[in-house]
């Protein structure tokens, strides 16, 4: 597909855009369903309304961008990652509705404007250098903002620019002008890096960790929620237990490799939870994972034989699902996710109203028919890769190329030496 004015080309999900500005007139012919993926390598602003209601866009890079204006990406319920280390712009509004938004540069960024993360539930870490002053709400409806350092302050801050985060638990600011809303900042000296905070799987060092696990039935028992849990792992449970982890907002992955069942509103309202790991999962309740916004549906889901009411619903990443041997999806299982485009389910004999409320209609990939007004029964729409914390397919592309260019070499090398070897 390819714009009339040849300021953009999509190619599979993925948009390359070649124009150093763009306007919402530049994306009326692209279809937005289909974007996953922006790249810009020259774009430098993007103006008011840009990518609004792109819903499924979940990846920008954008290396040139200063500025981005008011509702540039209104609503891009999906979007996790922009890449914009030259960022020094954004106006009121910019990432309005921004559910999913975790990874933002804005190291380098000289204005924040009101507003301009209003609603972005997923937010937890911004680090800026340049920035000499904030105005009030910039945070507004930010309420998983866990760390912040703001290095470049020449101004005191607004008495209410905080007051929505209230888990907020590390903030490196010159001035703090109004201490009570930073009454429970880590003060012991100690500020963890973003590697540290943003950490969307669990390391080999801490799955091997037994001293850790052995502690973890002291964390469970702390008061909720707790800030400070950013990732679970329960090496031998086979079942998590109704609400044990509702509303832990911090908690960004979940590794647990032998739970066969995830009972009701065990991860429901866990808004930064990005990536759940158990192979064994055949169960979910009521709920489970009910306002999961950053949640990404990934294979270890896919051997679910059993839903309940609203189990993924709110589930505002959700692009597509995939189920290989359900034969029931439970009534509103995936209500209200905003994003989602198709459900894999060959085996779903009954789908009970499963997709009420989703702003697109689900195409359903299915040996039986299924006719409902939220649904559709076409082709297989075929994705490229969902993001959850990085691009693996492509780096292990990249990993075979840079293989194959050193092998090259070594060979190119080696037929040198031989050559000269003959000619003497």
């Keep these: 597909q390819q714009h009339q004015q040849q300021c953009s080309v999509l190619v599979n999900n993925t948009l390359f855009i070649i124009k150093p500005q763009l306007c919402h007139e530049d994306m009326k012919s692209v279809e937005k369903t289909k974007v996953l993926n922006i790249v810009a390598p020259f774009l ?41 280390p030259k960022l020094k712009i954004i106006l009121e509004n910019a990432f309005q509705y921004c559910f999913s938004l975790s990874k933002i540069n804005v190291k380098n960024v000289e204005q924040f ?12 870490i911004l680090k800026n250098k340049k920035a000499k002053s904030l105005p009030e709400k910039v945070f507004h409806e930010c309420d998983q903002l866990f760390s912040v350092q703001f290095d470049g302050f020449t101004d005191q801050l607004p008495e209410k620019c905080f007051e929505p985060c209230k888990r907020l638990k590390f903030a490196k600011v010159p ?17 963890p890096s973003t590697t540290e905070l943003l950490t969307y799987k669990p390391s080999k060092d801490l799955i091997a960790n037994k001293d850790l696990l ?25 079942k998590l237990d109704f609400s044990c982890f509702q509303k832990q907002h911090s908690v960004m992955f979940a590794h647990c490799p ?40 990934t294979n270890s889901f896919e051997n679910i034989e059993k839903t309940a009411e609203q189990s993924f619903a709110y589930c505002q990443s959700f692009i597509q699902v995939r189920f290989l041997k359900i034969v029931e999806i439970s009534s509103e ?39 409902s007004e939220n649904t559709q029964q076409e082709a297989e729409i075929k994705f490229q890769e969902i993001i959850i914390d990085d691009f693996k ?14 092998n090259l070499l070594r060979i190119q090398k080696q037929q040198e030496v031989m050559r000269i070897s003959d000619d003497k």
């Excluded at 404007?113 to 937890?124: D, I, V």
Aim: overall charge positive; aromatic content about 14%.
């Design 175 to 191: 001035e703090l002008c109004q201490a009570k809303y930073f009454s429970n900042m880590d003060e012991s000296g100690s500020y």
């Design 333 to 371: 299982c995936f209500q209200s996710c905003e994003s989602l485009l198709q459900a894999v389910c060959p085996n779903c004999s009954e789908l009970n109203n499963a997709f009420s409320g989703c702003q697109h209609k689900v195409n359903i990939v299915s040996k039986f028919k299924h006719e």
């Design 44 to 84: 430098q602003v993007i103006q008011k309304n840009t990518f609004s209601n792109f819903e499924q866009l979940q990846y920008m890079y954008a290396p040139c961008v200063t500025t981005i204006e008011t509702h540039a990406f209104f609503e891009c319920f999906s979007l996790f990652w922009l890449c914009t």
């Design 113 to 124: 404007k009101p507003e301009c993360f209003y609603a972005c539930r997923s937010l937890q």
């Design 393 to 406: 397919e492509r780096n292990i592309m990249i990993t075979k190329l840079k293989m194959m260019r050193h």
């Design 214 to 238: 052995n502690q973890l039935n002291i964390i469970l028992q702390l008061p909720k929620p707790v800030t400070f849990i950013r990732g679970v792992i329960l090496m031998n449970a086979t």
């Design 258 to 297: 032998n739970v066969k069942i995830v009972h009701s509103e065990a991860f429901q309202f866990c808004k930064s939870l990005r990536n759940f790991y158990s192979k064994k999962l055949t169960e979910v309740g009521r709920g489970s994972f009910y306002g999961c916004l950053s949640l990404c549906f």
